[in-house]
């Protein structure tokens, strides 16, 4: 059965660093594009980041870049993502997902998904 687990949101204050974690079962984060989505109610699920450890090729939303980092252990088959300089627009429900090798921050293109973990930045 293919799983993914986030963890490690929280409440931080703004400036503040967190590092989310999702954790695959099922299938190795090696055969798959692994994305982070946010999303705050009444919004669309927006792309983060993403990376392809094929390649080592990764993305980033411009809202996100040079704050956020993306990354993959192989060996414990867990991909992270290191937040730096929180904003209080980071606030949101964050999920990691698998997808196919062309997925890049499309939300469509993604197969599986966890089942999010919030992160609340205060000002």
């Known amino acids: 059965e293919v799983q993914l687990v986030e963890s490690g949101g929280g409440l931080v204050q703004a400036g503040e660093s967190l590092r989310l974690s999702c954790a695959a079962s099922?299938?190795?984060?090696?055969?798959?594009?692994i994305g982070w989505f946010r999303q705050v109610p009444g919004k669309e699920r927006e792309g983060v980041s993403c990376?392809?450890?094929?390649?080592?090729?990764?993305h980033y939303a411009d809202s996100v870049k040079g704050r956020f980092t993306i990354s993959t252990d192989n060996a414990k088959n867990t991909a992270y993502l290191q937040m730096n300089s929180l904003k209080p627009e980071d606030t949101a429900t964050y999920y990691c997902?698998?997808?196919?090798?062309?997925?890049?921050?499309?939300?469509?293109?993604?197969?599986?998904w966890g089942q999010g973990t919030q992160v609340t930045v205060s000002s």
């Open positions: 990376i392809s450890s094929s390649d080592g090729s990764t």
């Open positions: 099922g299938f190795t984060v090696d055969d798959y594009v």
């Open positions: 997902a698998a997808g196919g090798p062309l997925a890049r921050l499309r939300t469509y293109a993604y197969d599986y």
